[in-house]
T-cell receptor, first 114, second 109 residues
């Protein structure tokens, strides 16, 4: 059964702690992405990776870090430097269709930092 | 800078009352416009990709259209299960998407 999995669904952390969110896909997609969604807002791109061992900053990369050691996995670390880490985090992967890249999303991880 | 604006922010419909959602965009060299449906607490679900002005795509009660400056998502005779947030996104160069803020649709029986 192909898809994108994110774990855990809910995550709670104390301020000052780093936390890593998991994202795995078995769709054989080359590109993977991390987005952040705040209440009532659209998605904002944090980081993306088009191939293994390579990734680029998105629009709001400060306070986040990623790695891409395997094609299937793209974990996101929310560091203590991120000023407002509480949000809904979405991972996506994409396949090239003609000139375009249709992105498919995982179920999301809701992070609460207190 | 690419920009996407969706309107209205929220839409309340009676079951069977057809309506349209708007997605206006400013982008250099549009390569694709995407519509997604998102249920509360879940990831967005892919609906459509539109590539060029004049293109239309349909899925059940949903129909998406594209012009050079905007896209419309028409909901025909909606049912309560069509209640969701509908997101629009554009792709210019590369494979990054720029998303609008979404339209929350509530269909009452």
């Amino acid at each position: 059964d192909g898809g994108i999995t994110q774990s855990p669904k809910y995550l709670f952390r104390k301020e000052g702690q780093n936390v890593t969110l998991s994202c795995e896909q078995n769709l054989n997609h080359d590109a993977m992405y991390w987005y952040r969604q705040d209440p009532g807002q659209g998605l904002r791109l944090i980081y993306y990776s088009q191939i293994v061992n390579d990734f680029q900053k998105g629009d709001i990369a400060e306070g986040y870090s990623v790695s891409r050691e395997k094609k299937e996995s793209f974990p996101l670390t929310v560091t203590s430097a991120q000023k407002n880490p509480t949000a809904f985090y979405l991972c996506a992967s994409s396949i090239k269709t003609g000139m375009n890249y249709e992105q498919y999303f995982g179920p999301g991880t809701r992070l609460t930092v207190t | 800078e690419d920009q996407v604006t969706q309107s209205p922010e929220a839409l309340r419909l009676q079951e069977g009352e057809s309506s349209s959602l708007n997605c206006s965009y400013t982008v250099s060299g549009l390569r694709g416009l995407f519509w997604y449906r998102q249920d509360p607490g879940k990831g967005p679900e892919f609906l459509f990709t539109l590539y060029s002005a004049g293109e239309e795509k349909e899925k059940e009660r949903l129909k998406a259209t594209l012009t050079k400056k905007e896209s419309f998502l028409h909901i025909t005779a909606p049912k309560p299960e069509d209640s969701a947030t509908y997101l629009c996104a554009v792709q210019a160069a590369g494979n990054k998407l720029t998303f609008g803020g979404g339209t929350r649709v509530l269909v009452k029986p």
